[in-house]
């Protein structure tokens, strides 16, 4: 196997994915005036931090023992996942004073097929994501055996 092989590989093209997906969100959403599609725009850039946070983790967490820190760093992984949620709330929180201004005063979508095809983009590459991701998560990992002796 290579060096870049299994989740690192996954991880690694999926930041690709969302770099691209995050620039075209962010110029549509621009030239449409479209909050919705911005605020998708940084929720893919959060999945992206999230992505680079997870790919340094997988790195790290494979240091078994370093001279300053005997266990090794397996714990990297939590560290950045908490740096993740603390990006991912102060977004929320942007997103929403801005959901408020726009309330208040409101304005109108420019191009909205644009802004549709766009997002329609998004849903594509957001399926994708998970289908890359599918079976390389948690959510495949062993199932529970039945208890052999009860029978």
């Known amino acids: 196997m290579g060096r870049y092989s299994g989740r690192s590989f996954r991880l690694i093209l999926m930041c690709v994915v969302s770099v691209v997906l995050f620039v075209l969100e962010l110029v ?7 909050l919705s599609l911005a ?28 001279r300053k820190s005997t ?32 309330y208040i005063s409101p304005q109108k979508t420019e191009a909205p097929l644009l802004v549709l095809s766009a997002g329609v983009i998004g849903l594509f590459f957001n399926v994708l994501n998970y289908v890359i991701f599918l079976e390389c998560c948690y959510c495949s990992g062993p199932r529970p055996q039945a208890d052999t002796e009860a029978v």
């Open 28 to 34: 549509v959403a621009h030239i449409g005036n479209s």
């Open 39 to 66: 605020s998708d725009a940084f929720a893919v850039l959060s999945h992206l931090l999230s992505m680079i946070i997870g790919l340094f983790g997988v790195r790290a967490s494979n240091v078994r023992q370093h």
């Open 71 to 102: 266990y090794g760093f397996l714990r990297a992984d939590v560290l950045g996942a908490f740096g993740n949620s603390v990006f991912a709330v102060a977004l929320m929180f942007s997103i929403l004073v801005e959901a408020i201004k726009r």
